[in-house]
């Protein structure tokens, strides 16, 4: 039996020739993401943050240390404890990935919010960490989304007049309480509805070309019959504006005939 003993500088080359090439494939894939990119060696306690990770918050590359405490410093107060806990979380192994939505500061003070990730890549024998990769992404833009929708969606939940949020393909997918008490039907059932089905003068096949003419037209004002649950009428005066879903706001008018 012939055992092969390899030279120590051979195995030192080898280990060399994977880190060059782990720090290659980082390299690339820092190069080609919009997001930004933090690495950090545990056991040298330094830390790597990509241009990107520094440009999200209008800062220069590089303005500040890339260091665990620049990071810390830039969380919300708020978050900054829940974020702190989920990094130890992972870092003791009982969470499989760090992984928290968090504001931080940009650079003229204003909070930008960040989807923050995480995992660690490296642990030596007795299971301790070594190095921890992980990414930043962007949400702000779909938060501020989220907040102006929480904020619509409550005043016009509030508003003295119906208000009925309707989808292209005819079908109601919001409306507040006034709609339904001058109706009578729930909000459940009025999202299982179509236009046509409180409408008694419009037919279904009528709603494509009117979609189509109020979208060129932009807005519109029209006058239209609503059934009620228990079958009675009422007649409204609506707007429809040029959004997807569009928002129909109705007041109810009363009309005069003369004989």
């Given at each position: 039996?012939?055992?092969?003993?390899?030279?120590?500088?051979?195995?030192?080359?080898?280990?060399?020739?994977?880190?060059?090439?782990?720090?290659?494939?980082?390299?690339?894939?820092?190069?080609?993401?919009?997001?930004?990119?933090?690495?950090?060696?545990?056991?040298?306690?330094?830390?790597?943050?990509?241009?990107?990770?520094?440009?999200?918050?209008?800062?220069?590359?590089?303005?500040?240390?890339?260091?665990?405490?620049?990071?810390?410093e830039r969380l919300h107060p708020d978050d900054r404890a829940p974020a702190e806990a989920a990094?130890?979380?992972?870092?003791?192994?009982?969470?499989?990935?760090?992984?928290?939505?968090?504001?931080?500061?940009?650079?003229?003070?204003?909070?930008?919010?960040?989807?923050?990730?995480?995992?660690?890549?490296?642990?030596?024998a007795a299971g301790r960490p070594l190095r921890m990769v992980g990414t930043h992404v962007d949400?702000?833009?779909?938060?501020?989304?989220?907040?102006?929708?929480?904020?619509?969606?409550?005043?016009?939940?509030?508003?003295?007049?119906?208000?009925?949020?309707?989808?292209?393909?005819?079908?109601?997918?919001?409306?507040?309480?006034?709609?339904?008490?001058?109706?009578?039907?729930?909000?459940?059932?009025?999202?299982?509805?179509?236009?046509?089905?409180?409408?008694?003068?419009?037919?279904?096949?009528?709603?494509?070309?009117?979609?189509?003419?109020?979208?060129?037209?932009?807005?519109?004002?029209?006058?239209?019959?609503?059934?009620?649950?228990?079958?009675?009428?009422?007649?409204?005066?609506?707007?429809?504006?040029?959004?997807?879903?569009?928002?129909?706001?109705?007041?109810?008018?009363?009309?005069?005939?003369?004989?």
């Amino acid at each position: 039996m012939v055992n092969r003993i390899q030279p120590a500088g051979d195995a030192a080359d080898a280990a060399a020739g994977v880190r060059r090439r782990s720090e290659e494939r980082l390299r690339l894939v820092i190069e080609a993401t919009s997001d930004g990119i933090w690495d950090w060696n545990l056991q040298a306690g330094e830390m790597f943050f990509s241009d990107r990770w520094y440009t999200m918050l209008d800062y220069a590359p590089g303005e500040f240390p890339a260091t665990y405490a620049s990071w810390r410093e830039r969380l919300h107060p708020d978050d900054r404890a829940p974020a702190e806990a989920a990094v130890q979380a992972h870092l003791e192994g009982s969470l499989p990935e760090y992984s928290i939505e968090c504001r931080m500061q940009a650079k003229r003070g204003d909070w930008r919010w960040v989807n923050a990730r995480g995992k660690v890549i490296e642990r030596d024998a007795a299971g301790r960490p070594l190095r921890m990769v992980g990414t930043h992404v962007d949400i702000d833009a779909r938060k501020r989304t989220e907040k102006a929708l929480r904020l619509a969606q409550l005043s016009i939940s509030r508003a003295s007049d119906a208000v009925f949020w309707i989808a292209p393909n005819g079908y109601f997918v919001e409306v507040n309480e006034q709609a339904c008490s001058s109706l009578g039907f729930t909000r459940d059932e009025l999202l299982s509805m179509a236009v046509w089905e409180i409408d008694p003068d419009f037919a279904a096949e009528r709603w494509p070309p009117h979609w189509e003419l109020t979208r060129q037209l932009g807005k519109r004002r029209i006058e239209t019959r609503h059934r009620r649950r228990d079958g009675t009428g009422r007649d409204d005066l609506s707007r429809r504006g040029d959004c997807q879903p569009c928002r129909v706001r109705g007041r109810r008018i009363r009309l005069r005939v003369r004989a």
